[in-house]
Nanobody, 127 residues
Framework: QVQLLESGGGSVQAGGSLRLSCAASGRTASSTALGWFRHSPAKGRNFVAAINWGGAVTFYSDSVKGRFTISRDNAKNTVYLQMNSLKPEDTAVYYC????????????????????WGQGTQVAVSS
């Protein structure tokens, strides 16, 4: 079992930045691949970014590539999502996600193959 707790959401103007954090706990938290998804009423749930357990392999959706950066601190069992140059279309509830595996291919993330979800944190970007 892995428990996930997000923090860092909020409201920001377009062009601004936010950093989301997700603290993972549980027996396999330090060795599991972690990612972020977001959900909005207009677009539904979409993959945002993911990072394998070692931190060397990352994936991003095309819509955030070049603006968002995912990283992790395994000593703290925490994954971060640094979001820069935010746009109104980034407005959504952001969910931290974990798999039961240390390395996950991009296709699995895109298909939403996730074993554990956080409770979500709201990000609102105004124009």
């Amino acid at each position: 079992q892995v428990q996930l707790l997000e923090s860092g959401g909020g409201s920001v103007q377009a062009g601004g930045s936010l950093r989301l954090s997700c603290a993972a706990s549980g027996r396999t938290a330090s060795s599991t691949a972690l990612g972020w998804f977001r959900h909005s009423p207009a677009k539904g749930r979409n993959f945002v970014a993911a990072i394998n357990w070692g931190g060397a392999v990352t994936f991003y959706s095309d819509s955030v590539k070049g603006r968002f950066t995912i990283s992790r601190d395994n000593a703290k069992n925490t994954v971060y999502l640094q979001m820069n140059s935010l746009k109104p279309e980034d407005t959504a509830v952001y969910y931290c996600a974990a798999t039961g595996r240390g390395a996950v291919v991009e296709g699995a993330w895109l298909a939403g193959v996730v074993d554990y979800w956080g409770q979500g944190t709201q990000v609102a970007v105004s124009s």
